[in-house]
């Protein structure tokens, strides 16, 4: 695990440490191989996205043979651990989107005598949710995208997701099982950038939809940001999984070490950072994650040491002010908190930029990729600086609607007129002077 200290670091060193995610994403070779791929799905539809999966997933598929049928998602069959365990998941997100939506209410006031505004909230039309399946099985991000989007109620919903690698175009059992319980029939087996410029332009099999999200590889998101400019709309980037955690002496460090360990063997390009003002805590996780590392598979070691190594590692700092302050300019797509409890609410109190705050060392990272019904989608690379994660909110939209009567018509005019005048809208000035009588 890498060690720095936040008050010996110059500002190069910071600035690396915050600078993550963002230069394979727009490495321009990939983005003209995208736009090269985005234009010829445009062009050729579904031959396109069949060509797609050939070149890059390796797998053969007629056009007709993109859409998984029905009988392959009823047929779907996964462990009784694990389908009793898919159920637990959309119980708790059903839970938590349904809570949302209920402080999603059309409101209006009168703001002046005469003048009601207020809003309207609706479901956009359509939706599409991209499932990864390249380094692993992500049923989890099917449900995680898809329950929010079923509670919103989205009345059309396509989920493309790539079929299992080395396979012969099958998709996970266990992302059909998500579907066929969520009621989302509209699935395809594509090559993730291909799939995204088919939802966005719509070919003869897969249906164009007005928004699309999901996790991915930095061809997927590259894709998702050039469909922006062909009218598509996605949520935000989901670049490689990052973590923070805050802690004092009071962690124990086996559950911290164990608790690092969760999105540092995502892969490679992962980022996990550790912030703790006690150097004693930093040596006693370091051994832990020493131990804890060699049970795991090479892959997942390989992953851990690049995340906790030159793309993270333990920063430690001079207080837990000082915490606060890194971990906002971070901006973690994941972050967990354990310090004293007559400490908690001061530190809660001073963050306000995460994709997710995890309490305590009884509430680790994985139980909110999997269980908790807390959004697991999250903006990473810092845009948790203005962005939030994917829940029912996504999958909303308002309108804003105003009435005004005679009364308050007339209050308005002298302003409406003096502004229009001002701008050169002479138009503008008449709509009101006419009723003025």
């Known amino acids: 695990m890498r060690r720095q200290v936040w008050a010996a670091m110059d500002t190069e060193a910071r600035a690396s440490l915050m600078h993550r995610g963002l230069d394979d994403i727009f490495d321009p070779a990939l983005r003209a191989s995208i736009g090269e791929l985005i234009e010829d799905v445009r062009e ?3 031959d396109a996205v069949c060509d797609a999966l050939a070149k890059f997933d390796g797998i053969e598929v007629a056009p007709d043979g993109l859409r998984v049928s029905d009988d392959e998602l009823d047929s779907a069959e996964v462990s009784e ?8 998941a959309i119980t708790h997100l059903r839970d938590f989107n349904e809570a949302q939506m209920q402080q999603a209410q059309d409101w209006q006031i009168e703001s002046e005598p005469g003048l009601m505004v207020g809003e309207k909230i609706t479901p956009i039309s359509s939706a599409g949710l991209f499932t990864p399946s390249g380094k692993a099985s992500y049923p989890s991000v099917a449900y995680q995208l898809a329950v929010p989007a079923v509670v919103a109620g989205v009345p059309e919903l ?3 997701v790539p079929p299992i690698p080395g396979g012969t175009g099958d998709v996970d059992p266990a992302v059909r099982v998500v579907c066929r319980k969520l009621g989302v029939r509209d699935v395809f087996r594509v ?3 291909a799939g995204i410029a088919a939802l966005g332009f719509g070919t003869a099999s897969i249906p164009r939809v007005r928004k699309v999200v999901g996790p991915g590889s930095p061809a997927v998101t590259i894709a998702q940001v050039e469909m922006q400019r062909h009218g598509l709309s996605t949520m935000m980037l989901l670049g490689p999984t990052e973590s923070l955690v805050i802690a004092d002496d009071s962690a124990d460090p086996a559950l911290l070490a164990a608790d690092l360990l969760i999105e540092a063997e995502h892969g490679t390009d992962s980022s996990v950072v550790l912030l703790t003002p006690s150097a004693a805590l930093a040596d006693a996780v370091e ?3 020493i131990h804890q590392i060699d049970v795991l598979p090479q892959i997942r070691a390989a ?3 690049s995340s906790l190594g030159p793309n993270g590692g333990c920063v430690v700092v001079a207080d837990l002010d000082v915490a606060v302050e890194v971990a906002n300019e971070f901006a973690a797509e994941h972050l967990q908190v354990v310090v004293e409890d007559s400490m908690m609410d001061e530190v809660l109190d001073g963050l306000v930029n995460a994709g997710e705050i995890l309490i305590g060392q009884h509430t680790p990272f994985s139980a909110g990729n999997f269980v908790i019904g807390c959004p697991a989608s999250l903006p990473t690379s810092g845009f948790a600086h203005v962005s939030s994660g994917i829940t029912a909110d996504t999958f909303l939209k308002r309108t804003a609607i105003a009435r005004a009567d005679q009364r308050a018509a ?3 005019a002298p302003s409406v007129i003096a502004l229009a005048e001002h701008e050169g809208f002479p138009a503008h000035a008449a709509a009101l002077r006419r009723r003025q009588g």
């Open 44 to 46: 050729r539809g579904d």
């Open 81 to 88: 651990a694990v389908d009793r365990s898919i159920d637990d």
């Open 158 to 160: 396509a989920l493309v």
């Open 191 to 193: 090559n993730g950038p």
């Open 287 to 289: 051994v832990e994650i």
């Open 303 to 305: 992953a851990i040491r």
């Open 410 to 412: 007339a209050r308005m």
